[in-house]
């Protein structure tokens, strides 16, 4: 992952917890009601992909341990990570796409209430993505993959040559002649691995996807409520198709790109379409960007526009990453598929340890401080998720108590330790296992491996019954908090 120039090393902060009747009387431990969404605290599990779905996207027993092990500390909310709305492939990501998928996801519901004694709500992240494929090799690229055309022929100086003697000539080029016949995006296609964007409207798949969105995400929306969900959250961050709508770079010519009030119309069409079909307690939000970090990239002033629009349609909520872009992605390897967290986009999306000289922690909290300002005072009070390196009860109550933002986002922390609600609601806040933001998760993640933690992930290997990973050398949850520790 990209770090910043700086390299300055930072530790999880030093903190003072409270005791559990200041805990209790706490903002964040105080419940939050916004029109349907009622909540028992301000906590909130951000969306975190584990990669321990089936292959083919069913919740597997391994998906159900994984949530009832956050659910066991209680927060606010888990949002469940983000689920495929299509009926395709896309290996162990959990999908939502048909209703054969309903009764595994009713099935993690339940264990998520049981677990949580009905303390914690639970949504659901839909996500819609566009195909990406591997990079290529060289030689395999340009003798099978490459469509041959007369613009190449032309390049090459060879009008007459048929398609075999001018897939030979550029398998002989150098790479940076190679670069000069080829097209911009051939030369993308062969040294990144092929990528839909959503302005490629040649393709009718992509050109049609105005068409096709919002009825597929309200089929999935409607799954989730028949599974027991209590909401969904529009997945409109990051790399994927939604958010790619809303993004700057997009320059679709009709009508759904260009302009911010282009490039919101499908993320608004598609809440509409969400809300009318499911019921009217439902809770539907959005993750969002509060800027996307790349060249050219959205700005804070879009984010406010964006923010602004989806609470006056009805929004119950909005959380709020930055970043996480395929643009300023790393060159894969052969082989293997671009990953959009590789960048600096993805460096402010989960920023690590090794930071700069603002560090790792809380460099989400302006621009959503900003952008929850911007709608406030034109008078709406949807609430405002911010993540991002929060990890100690000072940071998120302070965050609360001078009014930035209404819920607080920990995704790693939950990870690094489950219990961390529990366990600073009942005043054993220093027996929390801080996350060092290493992102050895994230590194999992990004080789499609099942997510652990490293703070947990070889202890106590010898209790009985434990799973472990593939490899068998990781147990896949945090152990339980231990009765001798409170
Ligand atoms: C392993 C892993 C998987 C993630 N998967 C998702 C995801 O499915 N959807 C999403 O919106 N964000 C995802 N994120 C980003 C987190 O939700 C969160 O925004 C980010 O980690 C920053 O918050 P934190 O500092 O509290 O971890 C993921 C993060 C990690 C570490
Ligand atoms: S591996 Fe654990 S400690 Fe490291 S960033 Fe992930 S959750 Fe935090």
């Not at 990669?51 to 009832?68: A, K, M, N, P, Q």
């Not at 492939?89 to 099935?107: C, E, F, H, M, Q």
């Not at 603002?358 to 952008?371: A, D, M």
Request: charged content about 25%; glycine content about 8%; aromatic content about 10%.
């Amino acid at each position: 992952m990209w770090k910043p120039p700086e390299r300055i090393r930072y530790k999880s902060l030093e903190s003072e917890w409270p005791n559990a009747s200041e805990a209790t009387s706490s903002l964040l431990f105080s419940p939050l009601k916004f029109q349907s969404m009622s909540l028992t605290s301000r906590t909130w599990v951000p969306a975190m992909v584990p990669w321990r779905s089936t292959e083919s996207g069913y919740v597997s027993e391994d998906v159900l341990d994984w949530y009832e092990r956050f659910a066991s500390g209680k927060p606010g909310v888990i949002v469940v990570e983000a689920t495929g709305i299509r009926d395709i492939p896309s290996g162990p990501l959990l999908r939502i796409g048909n209703n054969s998928y309903v009764d595994g996801l009713a099935n993690l519901v339940r264990r998520v209430r049981k677990a949580s004694q009905g303390k914690t709500k639970i949504f659901i992240q839909l996500i819609d993505f566009l195909t990406i494929r591997r990079r290529p090799q060289r030689n395999r690229y340009l003798l099978e993959f490459l469509e041959i055309n007369d613009h190449h022929r032309k390049n090459l100086s060879m009008p007459l040559a048929d398609c075999d003697e001018v897939r030979d000539k550029l398998t002989s080029l150098s790479d940076d002649d190679l670069s000069n016949v080829l097209s911009a995006k051939e030369w993308e296609n062969l040294t990144y691995g092929y990528r839909e964007r959503v302005s490629d409207t040649e393709l009718e798949e992509i050109a049609n996807l105005p068409k096709k969105l919002p009825a597929l995400f309200a089929s999935a929306a409607k799954r989730a409520e028949r599974a027991g969900f209590d909401g969904v959250e529009l997945h409109y961050a990051h790399a994927y198709t939604m958010a790619s709508f809303l993004s700057s770079t997009n320059m679709r010519q009709d009508g759904f790109g260009g302009d911010v009030r282009n490039r919101i119309k499908l993320p608004i069409q598609v809440y509409e379409a969400v809300r009318k079909n499911t019921k009217q307690n439902f809770v539907v939000g959005c993750r969002m960007l509060s800027e996307e970090i790349i060249k050219g990239g959205g700005s804070l002033s879009d984010a406010k526009f964006f923010a602004l629009e989806f609470a006056k349609s009805g929004m119950d909520f909005l959380s709020f990453s930055r970043g996480g872009k395929f643009d300023d992605a790393k060159q894969p390897r052969v082989g293997s598929a671009a990953y959009p967290y590789t960048g600096q986009s993805g460096y402010e999306c989960m920023p690590g340890y090794i930071s700069d000289k603002f560090g790792p922690f809380g460099r989400n909290l302006e621009p959503v401080r900003k952008i929850r300002n911007h709608i406030n005072l034109e008078g709406y009070h949807t609430p405002c998720i911010v993540a991002g390196g929060i990890h100690t009860f000072q940071q998120a109550e302070s965050i609360l108590q001078s009014d930035q933002a209404d819920i607080i986002g920990f995704a790693r922390q939950a990870l690094a330790d489950p219990d961390w609600f529990e366990k600073v609601r009942a005043g054993f806040g220093s027996s929390v296992n801080l996350c060092r933001y290493s992102n050895y998760c994230e590194g999992l993640d990004q080789k499609h491996k099942q997510v652990t933690c490293e703070l947990w992930d070889r202890e106590k290997m010898d209790e009985p019954n434990i799973k472990k990973s593939k490899d068998g050398k990781r147990r896949l949850i945090a152990p339980a908090w231990a009765a001798t520790d409170r």
